[in-house]
């Protein structure tokens, strides 16, 4: 059981070439990264490319723009955004209120 209410929170300034801050409550092991985010007005996820994995992000609430392999994506809350592996993508905070947002990075090769 993940308890995200017991999970430190991480400040990542400029996450992967972003803009701003990612608030994150991160438990990563040999297999996955799973990640409670955060991304205040202004503030995204840099462009970056999923090699040897996936990623999968579950908007909670705000809305988000992701751009995946250059095709640009509006999230909103319930929608699901999937980079495959071998794509790239990035994640960016499109809203007024803070974007929130479940991810899952499984990895499928080492």
């Known amino acids: 059981m993940i308890k995200f209410d017991e999970v430190n ?11 701003g801050i990612t608030q994150a409550k991160l438990l990563v092991d040999e297999n996955n990264k799973i990640m409670l985010g955060r991304l205040a007005k202004g ?14 992000i579950y908007v909670i609430s705000g809305e988000a723009k992701f751009t995946l392999d250059g095709e640009v994506e509006i999230g909103k809350p319930g929608d699901c955004h999937y980079c495959r592996m071998g794509s790239r ?13 479940f991810a899952v990075i499984p990895e499928h090769c080492k």
């Open 43 to 56: 503030c995204s996820i840099g462009e970056h490319s999923h090699d040897t994995g996936s990623e999968i």
């Open 89 to 101: 993508h990035s994640t960016a905070n499109n809203g007024e209120e803070d974007l929130v947002f």
């Open 9 to 19: 929170t991480q400040l990542i300034e400029n996450f992967r070439g972003g803009d």
